[in-house]
């Protein structure tokens, strides 16, 4: 049986759906703390309250369930990490921990935790970041992610426990919405252009981060679990690359589907600052050879899909 934690939140949501539509909804275990499960992912399948912070109760439902796959989602979004940094730590690096420990104390074969291009900072290059280069990130979240890399290479190399991790980029999707992350910005464009034709941003115009859209981010996930470990010479740290825009680009893709939308700026420093740290770009070339990775949507094929979904659900 596989467990998905943080199954509530915006990429644990879709992925559940995935994996029940893979290998049957009986075999997937909805992990949830705070946040209640949408009922699509609550009717579905069997569902579990599962406190990551608590050593105890993570090892016996692992056991209880027979768990042989993790993919760990639950985790601290940037912008919410630095204004909360006890809880970010109980979550993103405590967290990390008990899970890693408890997968080695039961019959788990494989946990994938994804990391983010927020482990990455200043002293990094920003343009086609390399998969293997400086990572000195400022801030919290970010700290826990290089923490996550480096305990899932650890927990591989010195216990020979199956660890896989990526650096996720900006993920924008329209069934559930992200919480507190520095990338939102780019999905709540569309819920303003679509409520009501505008939208106030919190970033620069010019400020380039990259981005996926949501399938690619699924299907990455599924295609690095199911790599033949053999190929792999990376496992918790993985560059992936789909697109890369700025405010005033998703502003002008939106626009040729809706001349009335604009945009109007009232910059979070927080928010600005977390964005100037991060890469613009990356280089994926060890995902694209060790694991097979490619995307399928570009900023056109994303803009549209996303538009046309997300007016249906809201309209
Ligand atoms: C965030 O903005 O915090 C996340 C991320 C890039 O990890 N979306």
Not at 104 to 128: H, K, M, W, Y
Request: charged share 20%; net charge negative.
């Amino acid at each position: 049986m596989i467990l998905v934690t943080g199954s509530a939140g915006q990429i644990g949501t879709e992925l559940v759906v995935e994996l029940r539509n893979r290998h049957g909804p009986e075999n997937i275990l909805a992990g949830k703390h705070r946040t209640p499960l949408p009922d699509e992912i609550a009717s579905s399948g069997p569902s579990q309250i599962v406190d990551v912070s608590d050593p105890e109760q993570l090892k016996s439902t692992l056991l209880n369930y027979g768990i042989t796959k993790i993919f760990h989602l639950s985790s601290i979004l940037s912008a919410l990490a630095e204004s909360d940094i006890q809880r970010a730590h109980q979550v993103n690096i405590n967290g990390v921990f008990n899970v890693l420990n408890a997968a080695l104390e039961s019959n788990v074969e494989q946990v994938i935790i994804p990391s983010s291009i927020a482990a990455f900072g200043t002293d990094t290059p920003r343009e086609l970041t390399p998969n293997d280069t400086i990572q000195r990130p400022s801030t919290v979240y970010g700290i826990s992610k290089v923490f996550t890399e480096l305990m899932g290479n650890y927990f591989y190399s010195r216990f020979g426990l199956d660890v896989r991790g990526l650096r996720l980029p900006g993920v924008i999707s329209w069934k559930t919405e992200p919480t507190a992350g520095t990338t939102d910005y780019a999905v709540a464009m569309f819920y303003g252009a679509i409520v009501g034709d505008k939208y106030e941003c919190y970033l620069r115009p010019d400020t380039a981060l990259p981005m996926m859209y949501m399938p690619d981010a699924i299907k990455s996930l599924l295609d690095l679990s199911d790599a033949n470990i053999t190929n792999l010479v990376h496992h918790s740290d993985f560059n992936v690359h789909a697109m890369t825009f700025t405010p005033s680009e998703l502003e002008k893709a939106i626009k040729k589907i809706n001349p009335k939308f604009h945009i109007t700026y009232n910059i979070d420093p927080l928010r600005q600052s977390i964005a100037d740290s991060w890469p613009a770009s990356l280089d994926d070339s060890a995902a694209r050879k060790e694991w097979g990775w490619k995307p399928d949507f570009d900023m056109d094929s994303l803009v549209n899909d996303m538009y046309q979904n997300l007016e249906n659900k809201l309209i």
